[in-house]
């Protein structure tokens, strides 16, 4: 994959917009794969995400204490308001920008891929991800407690996509699809079902 993640980005966010377009009203309220979130809930957090830049989200830390949750709440509840259709069209409006927090680039490209995922999911919508986006991703946070502990979650396994010649680390080995790979990395035990191998036990103790 090229090193501008951002046409990708872009893509992605268009995608989940298309599909979360004529969803019915009780879906919005499903609970994603992201703990604690509604639908819509992650929807907003994203809208959040893509509408930040690195001096304002050190303004917003500073206004929450330096609480991240607290300050991703608070902004959940501003791109929530007005209904589930106001924040799919502040999703919408943003769907191209190419800012975000401080942090590595890579981390934006696996917030949008992780939480398209951790939507799509309990509405039952596939979705086919970018493989090489999925599994530079997954490098990323394997290779680092940034965030999420995905280091310390994969420490001594072996991950193996069986969709796509990839491998990451060395142990017994966790194999499967590229994205449910990269969501049992980002700690959703929702995808652990579609893994299989020797190494499973251990990510499943984890």
Aim: proline share 7%.
């Amino acid at each position: 994959m090229a090193d501008d993640i951002w046409p990708v980005v872009h893509a992605e966010r268009r995608a989940l917009a298309d599909d979360l377009t004529g969803l019915p009203p009780e879906s919005w309220t499903t609970p994603s794969l992201c703990a604690g979130r509604t639908v819509q809930d992650t929807l907003a957090h994203m809208v959040a995400t893509a509408q930040m830049t690195p001096p304002a989200s050190l303004g917003k830390m500073l206004a929450a204490g330096f609480r991240f949750e607290r300050m991703a709440d608070k902004e959940i509840a501003t791109q929530s308001a007005g209904g589930p259709a106001a924040t799919l069209e502040r999703f919408r409006a943003v769907q191209s920008r190419s800012s975000g927090p401080p942090g590595p680039k890579l981390s934006w490209l696996g917030e949008t891929l992780v939480h398209a995922e951790d939507i799509r999911r309990p509405l039952g919508l596939a979705h086919v991800y970018p493989v090489d986006a999925v599994t530079r991703v997954t490098d990323f946070y394997a290779g680092s407690n940034l965030l999420i502990g995905g280091k310390r979650r994969v420490a001594g396994l072996t991950l193996k996509a069986t969709d796509a010649n990839w491998s990451h680390g060395s142990g017994p080995v966790v194999e499967g699809p590229a994205m449910s790979l990269l969501m049992a990395t980002a700690g959703r035990r929702a995808a652990l079902d579609e893994l299989s191998g020797p190494g499973l036990d251990t990510l499943r103790a984890r």
